[in-house]
């Protein structure tokens, strides 16, 4: 799920219950974003999984099969990266990670979590194909839309807006036009917050090192934007938002306890799962590329490579024409 989106049943800014709510979501912990206290940022992948399942109702119109598994079929569409089960399990490993580090995130999971610890708001998820989870409380919605268009809601319509590993699935020159209609369905004195990794991990393997450039120039060849993770905070400031928090963390590959080996087969699955691009790209059999990637995977584990999650939070001015007055007037002010 790329984009998660919640709203009170009363204006933010005269119910004093939800604007405590927003300043929770928002107390920090150690990790790569924000965290909820009692909230997302608790329990286990595990107990999370236990309601997840793609819907068996997916348009087959927007799916195709390659290898053995379904992919994502919507034109237009940079994403590479499978739409099945398998995927939703190394999602939801994904999901530990990133709730241990900052609280939460992955395929609804987080908005799932999120219903159900506030059920007095209104929780929606929207995907470009239909992939949700088969179970959601009632305060939940999900719906197909795709963030690149028009999205159907009025604006100023939410007082959160969760968006994260939206990497693979944007080109470089469309990301201000999708946070500009983040910015429209946000409310004045909502938060917007993303999450993104940088793919250009730290370790001093040189052929896991060259392997990672070599995608980087692959995503950057497709018009995607392989560090895009890194100006999370200036992209959040020039669509209009105040940058109230930006964080980065560093996350093992494969040592360091639970936490490393979670990533180290949420790193392995993904670019197994991108078989289909790159073993195309590279001009390699599926079992050379498999066989490439493992040695990649050893080479970071036994470097003690890190990878870095970077996290930034917006909020909307409560007053924007005042600001923009003021800084007319202070343009205006003649240099002496």
């Given at each position: 799920?790329?984009?998660?989106?919640?709203?009170?049943?009363?204006?933010?800014?005269?119910?004093?219950?939800?604007?405590?709510?927003?300043?929770?979501?928002?107390?920090?912990?150690?990790?790569?974003?924000?965290?909820?206290?009692?909230?997302?940022?608790?329990?286990?992948?595990?107990?999370?999984?236990?309601?997840?399942?793609?819907?068996?109702?997916?348009?087959?119109?927007?799916?195709?099969?390659?290898?053995?598994?379904?992919?994502?079929?919507?034109?237009?569409?940079?994403?590479?990266?499978?739409?099945?089960?398998?995927?939703?399990?190394?999602?939801?490993?994904?999901?530990?990670?990133?709730?241990?580090?900052?609280?939460?995130?992955?395929?609804?999971?987080?908005?799932?979590?999120?219903?159900?610890?506030?059920?007095?708001?209104?929780?929606?998820?929207?995907?470009?194909?239909?992939?949700?989870?088969?179970?959601?409380?009632?305060?939940?919605?999900?719906?197909?839309?795709?963030?690149?268009?028009?999205?159907?809601?009025?604006?100023?319509?939410?007082?959160?807006?969760?968006?994260?590993?939206?990497?693979?699935?944007?080109?470089?020159?469309?990301?201000?036009?999708v946070l500009a209609e983040l910015y429209r369905v946000t409310k004045k004195g909502g938060l917007l917050q993303l999450t993104e990794m940088?793919?250009?991990?730290t370790t001093t393997d040189e052929f896991a090192k060259s392997f990672l450039e070599r995608v980087s120039f692959v995503l950057a060849g497709?018009g995607q934007d392989p560090v895009v993770a890194t100006h999370l905070h200036n992209m959040i400031m020039d669509s209009g938002y105040d940058?109230?928090?930006?964080?980065?963390?560093?996350?093992?590959?494969?040592?360091?306890?639970?936490?490393?080996?979670?990533?180290?087969?949420?790193?392995?699955?993904?670019?197994?799962?991108?078989?289909?691009?790159?073993?195309?790209?590279?001009?390699?059999?599926?079992?050379?590329?498999?066989?490439?990637?493992?040695?990649?995977?050893?080479?970071?584990?036994?470097?003690?490579?890190?990878?870095?999650?970077?996290?930034?939070?917006?909020?909307?001015?409560?007053?924007?024409?005042?600001?923009?007055?003021?800084?007319?007037?202070?343009?205006?002010?003649?240099?002496?």
């Open positions: 799920m790329g984009n998660e989106l919640s709203r009170s049943p009363s204006n933010p800014r005269t119910d004093s219950s939800s604007r405590s709510r927003s300043r929770s979501w928002w107390s920090t912990k150690s990790g790569n974003q924000p965290t909820t206290p009692n909230g997302p940022g608790s329990g286990s992948a595990e107990s999370c999984s236990a309601n997840m399942g793609f819907s068996n109702d997916a348009d087959e119109a927007n799916l195709m099969w390659m290898d053995g598994r379904m992919y994502q079929n919507v034109r237009g569409s940079t994403y590479f990266l499978p739409r099945d089960d398998e995927e939703l399990e190394r999602i939801n490993t994904q999901h530990f990670v990133l709730k241990t580090l900052f609280g939460g995130c992955g395929p609804g999971t987080w908005l799932l979590e999120m219903a159900l610890e506030f059920p007095n708001v209104s929780c929606v998820g929207i995907d470009v194909a239909d992939v949700f989870p088969n179970k959601k409380p009632p305060n939940t919605e999900f719906m197909i839309a795709n963030v690149l268009d028009k999205l159907s809601f009025e604006d100023e319509t939410f007082d959160f807006v969760n968006m994260r590993s939206l990497m693979l699935a944007l080109r470089k020159n469309e990301w201000p036009d940088d793919i250009q991990f497709r940058c109230i928090v930006r964080e980065r963390k560093d996350v093992p590959i494969g040592w360091n306890g639970t936490l490393g080996d979670a990533m180290f087969e949420d790193t392995r699955s993904t670019y197994i799962a991108a078989a289909p691009l790159f073993s195309t790209v590279f001009a390699m059999t599926r079992d050379e590329y498999i066989n490439h990637i493992e040695q990649v995977m050893r080479g970071l584990k036994s470097s003690e490579a890190q990878l870095k999650w970077y996290s930034a939070l917006g909020r909307k001015p409560e007053e924007e024409e005042e600001q923009e007055e003021e800084q007319e007037e202070e343009q205006e002010e003649p240099i002496i």
